[in-house]
């Protein structure tokens, strides 16, 4: 196939659309509160009303608003419907002619909205991820063409340095020189590996994108192998994400189909292929060596490094690892250039992040912006403000990051800000806490997810995590004193530097943030502490 073959594939998709496109959202969140009834009614109604010659209903991957979900769209009138039952749907496809829906109608201006800026999310919520050709047809898998047809492997990899893309995984490595030295390394077999392994509680982003955009993850896999060498790929997914597994499965069946993966792709040498493998949901195989040895077959545990798998990784070959968003912002970075995404955000974190907004949180959901907004941005402006009360602290980074307390809201969101004040990017979890929550439990409620998920094979994350729990249920209890406060904090000092894997080292940092901006409550709570007094909001309950 070559490009003129492939644009035409996109012409043909752009001529059969109707001119009225209904977008009804069928993302797992929208699919539990019935979005695929919505959608058989939408479609129901426009056979009866004989509509079809100008109206197409399109299931859509998520839309960002989920706490307002099903959500519709007719993008044509700038209309959106939330909360739509199946009963609705009648009134809906009614309106588009004048009539008067019966479903809430939303603001597509809102700040929530208004404020974003969409990269790896500029077609989700768009077109049907389940349609290849409707990838094709917003200019998918052109960013593939050029790059093996108008760039050496060298100048792919420089258009990524030059990007200024750091991995979205958590770790912020820069992307360019992770690629750059997977390159350079001595071997035929190399390989690339899609993290899409996203354990963090209350973090939905990569499934987001897996579910709503399959094919921008597969093409990014794809620009990445030809730069580095690779002929072969494997996207590691947990298998508690079944309908991003059902998308992944159609959208490389697809490509195959057209000879976008496969051998000779668009009539050059580059051979590529990719294959899936299931992970039973250990948040510990998020971790690259770990998730390594999973996909090998083996225990997911992680192993020392060096050797680090850019050198020495599957089956002992040179590996690229990088988690699904970073992957997503490739094509966009090859079709514009490096330049053009480094203008974004600030000097050392570039481009966009996607992040999950939820919690106590009036308005919550999946949102991209621009790297250097504030934390007060997002949550007063976009995220609408605490439903009731003040906000009181925003934990960012799952249970490797830091709990900010509200006076800190102004913090930019970017890598080096976060960890300055003792959190972190994360893969892109953001949790908003009101006044009622209690930050020793939630310091628990953490504690605990991670003892649970430590693989054990070192001991300061194996028994340092247990006894952190069991010394914060004490706390918790009114059994502690001052000095089970000191030796918490120790221990926290402990596990972090001598555990072999990111788990372990990054686990005592919700402790040791409460500790460092909430401390009072802690001392609130100890045996000795007259009338002492703290929230007894239920951490569970606003994470989950």
């Known amino acids: 196939m070559d490009l003129a073959e492939l644009r035409e594939i996109g012409e043909k998709e752009r001529t059969a659309q109707k001119p009225v496109r209904v977008h009804c959202c069928t993302s797992t969140g929208c699919q539990a509160a019935n979005s695929l009834g919505v959608k058989k009614n939408l479609e129901q109604t426009c056979k009866e009303k004989q509509m079809g010659d100008r109206v197409q209903v399109v299931g859509v991957g998520c839309m960002g608003f989920c706490g307002r979900g099903p959500l519709v769209q007719i993008e044509a009138q700038n209309k959106l419907y939330e909360e739509v039952t199946p009963s609705d749907a009648a009134s809906i496809i009614e309106a588009i002619d004048g009539g008067t829906a019966s479903a809430a109608e939303g603001d597509p201006e809102h700040p929530f909205f208004a404020r974003q800026m969409r ?218 250039g490096g330049e053009w995404y480094a203008g974004i955000g600030t000097e050392k974190s570039k ?104 693989c054990g094979k070192c001991i300061p994350c194996r028994a340092g995590t247990v006894q952190m729990y069991q010394m914060l249920t004490k706390i918790l209890n009114k059994e502690a004193t001052l000095q089970d406060i000191e030796k918490l904090e120790q221990l926290c000092d402990m596990v972090k530097n001598t555990s072999l894997c990111g788990l372990g080292m990054t686990a005592p940092n919700p402790v040791m943030s409460t500790l460092r901006y909430f401390k009072e409550e802690y001392l609130a709570l100890l045996k000795d502490s007259p009338n002492g007094k703290v929230p007894a909001g239920t951490a569970a309950s606003v994470i989950s």
């Open 119 to 336: 990269i790896v999310r500029e077609t989700s919520g768009k077109i049907d991820p389940e349609r290849i050709e409707e990838y094709i047809a917003v200019g998918g898998y052109e960013p593939l063409y050029k790059a093996i047809h108008d760039l050496t492997p060298t100048e792919t990899i420089d258009e990524v340095s030059k990007s200024g893309l750091r991995g979205r995984g958590g770790g912020g490595y820069p992307t360019g020189l992770k690629w750059a030295t997977v390159a350079k390394m001595p071997g035929q077999q190399k390989y690339v590996i899609c993290n899409a392994d996203e354990g963090d509680p209350g973090a939905f982003m990569d499934r987001s994108v897996l579910e709503s955009d399959p094919h921008r993850v597969l093409e990014g896999m794809a620009i990445a192998a030809y730069a580095i060498g690779a002929s072969e790929g494997y996207i590691y997914v947990r298998a508690e994400y079944p309908l991003a597994i059902e998308r992944l499965q159609k959208a490389i069946k697809q490509a195959k189909k057209y000879g976008i993966l496969g051998s000779q792709i668009f009539d050059s040498p580059f051979d590529f292929k990719i294959e899936i493998r299931i992970g039973a949901g250990a948040f510990v195989c998020g971790e690259e060596t770990a998730l390594i040895q999973s996909i090998e077959g083996g225990r997911g545990n992680p192993r020392p490094r060096p050797p680090y798998p850019a050198q020495e990784g599957l089956w002992k070959s040179p590996t690229l690892i990088n988690n699904v968003e970073t992957f997503a912002n490739i094509p966009a970075i090859v079709r514009e």
């Open 351 to 454: 481009g966009t992040k996607v992040f999950a907004l939820t919690g106590q949180i009036r308005n919550n959901g999946l949102i991209e912006v621009p790297m250097g907004i504030t934390l007060r941005e997002i949550v007063e402006e976009m995220g609408g403000g605490v439903p009731n009360g003040k906000v009181k602290a925003v934990q960012t980074g799952g249970p490797s990051g830091g709990c900010i307390p509200e006076s800190m809201l102004d913090t930019s969101v970017d890598y080096d800000s976060l960890v300055k004040i003792g959190s972190m990017m994360g893969s892109g979890g953001m949790v908003v806490m009101d006044e009622k929550t209690s930050m020793v439990e939630v310091a628990r409620f953490y504690m605990e997810f991670c003892r649970g998920e430590s």
